[in-house]
């Protein structure tokens, strides 16, 4: 089955850009998605890229997305501690039973420090 | 926009009694909605998609009879757990699609004792 992949930990210096990159199976994937998740809170919805596209820029936040190598990257700049969150990449399924289906990565444990 | 919401957001039960968790869309109709399970430490993992006026699709190992899921109307899906058990014990977390996009509730916190 379709299968989404992170790295567990990313820890960086507030004020410097911080780089998380997700890899995913299904080539045929409509919408990739990016979440942010704080202690005890449910999903935010921070950005989404249609897969035909290579480039999304949403103020801090640069969605960079390799349909070819089927890598998807987020990036924010000057990061804050607030920042400090689980990210969850999701790609959805594009078609049959699993249509409208979202499958997640581990999340990315984000810790910002001072 | 697209705000999701969820009630209770923490619940505490004895071992054998049912858990009604409500999962409202505040802005949007949602014609479908999703329940999710979330374990400490781990990524979500979905448990059935709620489709309004028809029967819930659960995943394969979900007991559809345990974990009972309404969608009667386009803002309002229920899960029912039935029987609780400490092993029921986790954060419940739905979503509402609304123009291609999930949006979560913040989520219920079950602890069963």
């Known amino acids: 089955g379709e299968d989404v992949e992170q790295s567990l930990f990313l820890s960086v210096r507030e004020g410097d850009s911080s780089v998380i990159n997700c890899t995913y199976t299904?080539?045929?994937?409509?919408?990739l998605y990016w979440y942010k998740q704080e202690p005890g809170a449910g999903l935010q919805l921070l950005t989404y890229?249609?897969?035909?596209?290579d480039m999304k820029q949403d103020q801090r936040l640069t969605v960079l997305l390799n349909k070819k190598d089927k890598h998807l990257s987020l990036r924010i700049a000057d990061t804050q501690t607030g920042d400090s969150a689980i990210y969850f990449c999701?790609?959805?399924?594009?078609?049959?039973?699993?249509?409208?289906?979202?499958?997640f990565g581990q999340g990315t444990i984000l810790t910002v420090h001072p | 926009g697209a705000v999701v919401s969820q009630h209770p957001s923490r619940v505490i039960c004895k071992s054998g009694t049912s858990v009604k968790i409500e999962c409202r869309s505040l802005?949007?109709?949602?014609?479908?909605m999703f329940w999710y399970r979330q374990f400490p430490k781990q990524s979500l993992m979905l448990m059935a998609t709620?489709?309004?006026?028809?029967?819930?699709?659960?995943e394969q190992g979900v007991e559809k009879d345990k974990f009972l899921i309404n969608h009667a109307s386009l803002t309002l899906s229920t899960l029912t757990v039935t029987s609780a058990h400490p092993e029921d014990s986790s954060f419940y977390i739905c979503?509402?699609?609304?123009?291609?996009?999930?949006?979560f509730g913040p989520g219920t916190r079950l602890t069963v004792l």
């Open positions: 999701a790609e959805k399924e594009a078609g049959g039973t699993s249509y409208g289906k979202l499958t």
């Open positions: 299904d080539s045929s994937s409509t919408y």
């Open positions: 890229i249609f897969s035909n596209m």
């Open positions: 802005d949007f109709q949602a014609t479908t």
């Open positions: 709620s489709n309004e006026g028809s029967k819930a699709t659960y």
């Open positions: 979503s509402g699609d609304h123009l291609d996009t999930q949006y």
